[in-house]
């Protein structure tokens, strides 16, 4: 089991540069999730997906921000233009559908925007 | 709606010290509730997980019962190491809603 794969690891770049993350979930998980980790904010869930399909996008700050999800196996997460409060760790977490299921976490993407 | 309060940290206890994270939940239905540990540069890890009410959760020396009549799901640990200094999440799931607490902060001192 590999886990869920994150690239890259830091991403360093300047105000309104693009940015995409990237995520490769476990495989035989259904569920993709997206969150944004902050000192000030926390834990946010961003998106999450179902069967590759958007489920709840209402956590995505605003239309700078969008995700996709092409096939199972991968996923993006875009930054089009990028602003210095975008930094933070950005997470996707994968899981099986059932309700019992834990999500299993990526090692996360740490953005700096400057 | 459903949500997660747990204690605020940071919680700093000495080597074999008795460790209690407190977490409270809000929800309709009958949620999945979780610990999750978070070390330095990482990203969350499941610690223990109970699915219905008075299951109780363990892994590495950590606890917590699903209490449905308190709604909780405090996480306990009796003797507490150096290497358990982390941040603790507790969360639930109820369907595709997975809503975390704010994590609490622990630190062992040797």
């Known amino acids: 089991d590999a886990g869920v794969i994150q690239s890259p690891r830091h991403e360093v770049t300047e105000m309104g540069q693009e940015v995409t993350l990237r995520c490769k979930p476990i495989?035989?998980?259904?569920?993709l999730f997206w969150y944004r980790q902050t000192m000030m904010r926390g834990l946010e869930l961003l998106i999450y997906?179902?069967?590759?399909?958007?489920?709840?996008d209402s956590g995505m700050p605003e239309d700078r921000f969008s995700a996709k999800m092409p096939n199972a196996s991968f996923s993006t997460l875009k930054i089009q233009p990028s602003e210095p409060r975008d930094s933070a760790v950005y997470f996707c977490?994968?899981?099986?559908?059932?309700?019992?299921?834990?999500?299993?976490f990526g090692n996360g993407t740490r953005l700096t925007v400057t | 709606g459903n949500s997660v309060t747990q204690m605020e940290g940071p919680v700093t206890l000495s080597e074999e010290a008795f460790l209690t994270i407190n977490c409270t939940y809000t929800a309709t239905g009958y949620p999945s509730l979780f610990w999750y540990v978070q070390y330095p540069g990482e990203g969350l890890q499941l610690l223990l997980k109970?699915?219905?009410?008075?299951d109780k959760g363990s892994n590495k020396g950590f606890e917590a019962t699903y209490r449905k009549e308190t709604t909780s799901f405090h996480l306990e640990k009796g003797s507490v190491q150096v290497s358990d200094s982390a941040v603790y999440f507790c969360a639930l799931r109820n369907n595709n809603d997975m809503r975390f607490g704010a994590g609490t902060r622990l630190t062992v001192k040797p």
């Open positions: 977490a994968s899981s099986r559908t059932a309700k019992d299921s834990p999500l299993h």
């Open positions: 109970a699915t219905k009410a008075d």
């Open positions: 495989s035989g998980h259904n569920s």
């Open positions: 997906f179902n069967n590759n399909v958007p489920i709840d």
